[in-house]
C-alpha cells in the first residue's frame, strides 16, 4: 500500500507536466490570435488562400497545435483548437482552401460574429420561389431546398449569390449556419463540393 501511494502521486505529476504543456502550447498559439473576423476570407491570422506555412508558423504544423482529421490527396483537413473552440482549417496543397469555426472570440469591426441575429427580413419573389429571403449578399435555406440547412448561403465573390446549384461548384461559397435565431458558425471554402 505504502508502495503504490508515490507511484500513484508521482503518475499524477506527470499528468499534471503533460496536461500543463499542453495548454501552454494552446495559450501560446492564442496569445497571437487577434479577434479579426474579416467577412468572408480571414479570421485571426488565418485568411483563405493564405500560404500553409506561414499559418503553420503561427499556429503550428502536425503534431504541434494542428490537428489532422483527413487526408484527400494533396488536401489535408484538421483543426486548432483555439479560444475553446475548434477552428478547422482545410490546406489545398500549400494553401488555406477551407475555414469553419464557432467560436464567439472572432468578430467585425462592427461586433458582428457567432451570437449574432440576422434578420430574416422581407420575401422577394424569383423567377424560382415565390418567397426567397437575402441578406448581404446570402441567401436564407436556398441550398438543398426540401432539406433546409438552417444556414444563410453565398456562391461567388460578386455583391449577390450566383445561383445556388452544382453547377457553382469550384467557386467560392460561403455558410453562415444559425441556431435559435442566432449565428452559430461559419464555414467559407474556395471551392466547394458537396
Not at 495559450?27 to 499559418?55: K, Q, T
Not at 494542428?66 to 484527400?72: A, E, N, S
Not at 458582428?112 to 420561389?129: D, N, R
Request: glycine share 10%; with cysteine.
Amino acid at each position: 500500500m505504502r508502495k503504490s501511494v508515490p507511484v500513484a502521486f508521482a503518475l499524477f505529476v506527470a499528468c499534471l507536466a503533460v496536461t500543463g504543456s499542453y495548454l501552454d502550447v494552446a495559450r501560446a498559439h492564442s496569445a497571437g490570435d487577434p479577434p479579426l473576423f474579416v467577412p468572408w476570407s480571414r479570421i485571426g491570422n488565418i485568411a483563405l488562400g493564405e500560404p500553409r506555412a506561414r499559418v503553420e508558423r503561427e499556429y503550428g504544423a502536425v503534431g504541434h497545435g494542428f490537428h489532422v482529421v483527413q487526408r484527400y490527396g494533396k488536401n489535408v483537413q484538421g483543426y486548432y483548437w483555439l479560444h475553446n473552440s475548434r477552428v478547422l482549417v482545410t490546406f489545398y496543397g500549400d494553401r488555406v482552401g477551407e475555414i469553419e469555426f464557432g467560436t464567439p472570440y472572432y468578430r467585425t469591426k462592427s461586433g458582428f460574429g457567432v451570437g449574432s441575429k440576422i434578420p430574416l427580413g422581407p420575401c422577394h419573389k424569383t423567377a424560382a420561389w415565390k418567397c426567397e429571403h437575402r441578406w448581404h449578399g446570402f441567401v436564407w435555406n436556398e441550398w438543398i431546398r426540401d432539406q433546409p440547412c438552417s444556414c444563410w448561403t453565398k456562391a461567388g465573390l460578386g455583391k449577390e449569390s450566383l445561383p445556388l446549384t452544382t453547377a457553382k461548384f469550384e467557386q467560392p461559397w460561403f455558410f453562415i449556419y444559425i441556431h435559435h435565431g442566432r449565428v452559430d458558425g461559419f464555414y467559407f471554402a474556395l471551392k466547394f463540393v458537396d
